[in-house]
T-cell receptor, first 114, second 113 residues
Framework: DTGVSQDPRHKITKRGQNVTFRCDPI?????LYWYRQTLGQGPEFLTYFQNEAQLEKSRLLSDRFSAERPKGSFSTLEIQRTEQGDSAMYLC????????????FGSGTQLSVL | GQNIDQPTEMTATEGAIVQINCTYQTSGFNGLFWYQQHAGEAPTFLSY????GLEEKGRFSSFLSRSKGYSYLLLKELQMKDSASYLCAADPDSGAGSYQLTFGKGTKLSVIP
């Protein structure tokens, strides 16, 4: 079990630019989640994949956000036309896909929009 | 809607016992998790309760009362490395759903010598 990895660890961008983050889940895990966390808050659910299918999206996920998991393995999260309010830690998590179960989180991508 | 409440901050002394409380109100319920998160790091799983009662795992124990919508995390023999945020999270979906978790804001625990 090599853990969930995310890239990059940090991203600084100017307002209006597009950014893309990558998540590599634990290899045998079917479920993949994206969460967002701001300072002093708990993680907030953004979206969820079961294999390559995106099954649920939070209303927090505006149309500027898009996520993909094309082959049911790694996932990308793209934010278009970034805004200062997008500054946050973006966490990826994965799980085996067997009912209610613990999530394994990556270390996150810290986004700062200037 | 979903609502999870836990204290914002707590301070305890090395070697002591501390109890972190969590209350939840969710439309459905499929279990409650506790995660530990050190500053700048990923949350890591501590415990999961779905039935009423106490689950003990080494120095950490977690309790659940479904009828009261209440849980606590008990940390014994506190060590300096236990200084972290402790996140309470509920799975609000009782049916075939996404198994997403709703997190509380976290309790920042400071362990002092």
């Amino acid at each position: 079990d090599t853990g969930v990895s995310q890239d990059p660890r940090h991203k600084i961008t100017k307002r209006g630019q597009n950014v893309t983050f990558r998540c590599d889940p634990i290899s045998e895990h079917n479920r993949l989640y994206w969460y967002r966390q701001t300072l002093g808050q708990g993680p907030e659910f953004l979206t969820y994949f079961q294999n390559e299918a995106q099954l649920e999206k939070s209303r927090l996920l505006s149309d500027r956000f898009s996520a993909e998991r094309p082959k049911g393995s790694f996932s990308t999260l793209e934010i278009q036309r970034t805004e200062q309010g997008d500054s946050a830690m973006y966490l990826c998590a994965s799980s085996r896909g067997q009912g209610t179960e613990k999530l394994f989180f990556g270390s996150g991508t810290q986004l700062s929009v200037l | 809607g979903q609502n999870i409440d836990q204290p914002t901050e707590m301070t305890a002394t090395e070697g002591a016992i501390v109890q972190i409380n969590c209350t939840y109100q969710t439309s459905g319920f499929n279990g409650l998790f506790w995660y530990q998160q050190h500053a700048g790091e990923a949350p890591t799983f501590l415990s999961y309760n779905v039935l009423d009662g106490l689950e003990e795992k080494g120095r950490f124990s977690s309790f659940l009362s479904r009828s009261k919508g209440y849980s606590y995390l008990l940390l014994k023999e506190l060590q300096m490395k236990d200084s972290a945020s402790y996140l309470c999270a509920a799975d609000p979906d009782s049916g075939a759903g996404s198994y997403q978790l709703t997190f509380g804001k976290g309790t920042k625990l400071s362990v002092i010598p």
